[in-house]
């Protein structure tokens, strides 16, 4: 797809919710660039600076590497395309983000993929193991939400978000991963190290017996990278950092 395909809407929004697109479709050239993505059958969303109850989604049936600010798509929680989209969007991308947006006023985006290594520990009736320090950094902020088929039934919504609760990461079993954030890159580095984690897992389970770490290890693990990510100038200079990598190696996003 040519960037140029769709006109910039830049001067049709406000500066805080272009930065949020520009944003945004760094996050999905991210998940491109980690060969995360499932063509166009998972779904980021970031919620739209301001009061009114909007969030930015991907347009339905562009490829992850396509996605740019302005070919973004704004809904509000009922599903509605508001201006200045031109596209459509899934029905189940909408049903899984919109709950957890309406649910959870701290989530400013929500990142839910089906990666090949996430699926996999999603199918283990254990879920994630405490077998690496990668797992450990986010163990204890792992969900779980059972099996229920394609995301499109609204009455879905309520068990989900409970089953979140609180918590910043969810392993949705049979079907793949989720993480939640206040800032772009608490989103990306969390759904990162559970990714990595999962990774880890299935090539250590095809190698012989596991050592598993008890809990006062998986909370003194957690803690202490809860410390670091939590630092919001950490969060800057971090998401800074990763925004020149995807201008340097997929650029166009910002158009």
């Given at each position: 797809m040519?960037?140029?395909?769709t006109p910039s809407v830049k001067d049709q929004v406000t500066a805080e919710e272009w930065?949020?697109?520009?944003d945004l479709a760094a996050l999905y050239r991210l998940v491109h660039m980690h060969g995360w993505d499932d063509l166009f059958f998972t779904h980021i969303s970031m919620r739209v600076?301001?009061?009114d109850e909007h969030f930015l989604l991907n347009p339905f049936g562009l490829l992850y590497e396509d996605v740019t600010a302005s070919n973004l798509v704004k809904v509000d929680l009922q599903g509605n395309v508001l201006p200045p989209s031109t596209y459509g969007i899934n029905p189940a991308g909408f049903t899984?983000?919109?709950a957890i947006h309406e649910a959870r006023s701290d989530v400013k985006v929500a990142m839910h993929l089906h990666s090949d290594q996430g699926v996999a520990v999603a199918a283990q009736k254990r879920g994630l193991l405490p077998i690496s320090q990668l797992a450990m950094n986010v163990y204890n902020d792992v969900a779980y939400h059972d099996y229920e088929g394609i995301a499109l039934e609204?009455?879905?919504k309520v068990r989900l978000v409970n089953d979140l609760g609180e918590k910043n990461l969810m392993i949705l079993r049979n079907h793949g991963t989720l993480s939640v954030g206040d800032h772009p890159f608490s989103a990306y580095v969390r759904i990162y190290l559970l990714e990595r984690a999962c990774k880890i897992q299935l090539m250590a389970q095809a190698g012989g017996d596991l050592i598993?770490?008890?809990q006062p290890m998986r909370d003194r693990v957690f803690g202490q990278s809860s410390e670091i990510a939590g630092n919001e100038?950490?969060?800057e200079i971090a998401w800074a950092a990763i925004l020149d990598r995807v201008r340097r190696e997929s650029p166009g996003f910002e158009a």
């Open positions: 040519d960037d140029q395909a930065k949020a697109r520009c600076p301001g009061p899984i983000h919109s609204s009455e879905e598993e770490w008890d100038f950490f969060k």
